[in-house]
């Protein structure tokens, strides 16, 4: 799918804000407890994450059909939508820590990175949580292996986006 960086692909409801305030204010309505619709387009919605942390809380709508790991990647370096930004941050962290890894090992390997990416890796470490913890925690289904496995990948990322920034 061809994404439209200047399109909105996720709403954050920033949770000191009023729910039915947003929905209106974007124009989606409640549909049943997961599924939202947009009343201008069609589109539908859902519910797809909440955080909670010392630093913030807010949970956040994600258009469907959800996207992949290029178009998050994508739409975070180049949408100036800071919802966008944001959910991409969030998806990446729970379904794509191997891939951002990827990505960023090959960033290290290059003599260096744009403006947008450095600025990218800063949203990464402000809004995910070390070691991609929001993952794990959410995901009841995994093994004690499995969430090593996602801890070290996120040890890793945590590792190279600090170099990277530094440079």
């Not at 960086?5 to 549909?31: A, M, P």
């Not at 947009?38 to 519910?47: P, R, V």
């Amino acid at each position: 799918m061809n994404i439209d960086i200047n399109r909105k692909y996720f709403v954050i409801i920033w949770l000191r804000q009023d729910l039915e305030k947003t929905l209106k204010k974007e124009k989606i309505e409640f549909i049943n407890n997961d599924a939202f619709q947009c009343k201008i387009d069609g589109s539908i919605w859902i519910k797809r994450f909440s955080q909670y942390n010392s630093e913030f809380e807010f949970s956040g709508l994600m258009r469907l059909p959800e996207l992949d790991f290029l178009e998050l990647w994508n739409l975070l370096l180049f949408s100036k939508i800071e919802n966008n930004r944001i959910g991409s941050i969030l998806i990446i962290e729970e379904l794509y820590g191997e891939d951002l890894l990827e990505i960023l090992l090959e960033m290290r390997n290059n003599n260096g990175i744009s403006k947008k990416e450095k600025q990218a890796l800063k949203l990464i470490k402000q809004y995910s949580l070390p070691f991609g913890v929001f993952h794990w925690k959410r995901n009841t289904d995994l093994n004690q292996d499995e969430k090593i496995k996602i801890i070290d990948v996120w040890t890793r990322i945590n590792e190279v986006i600090t170099e990277l920034i530094s440079r």
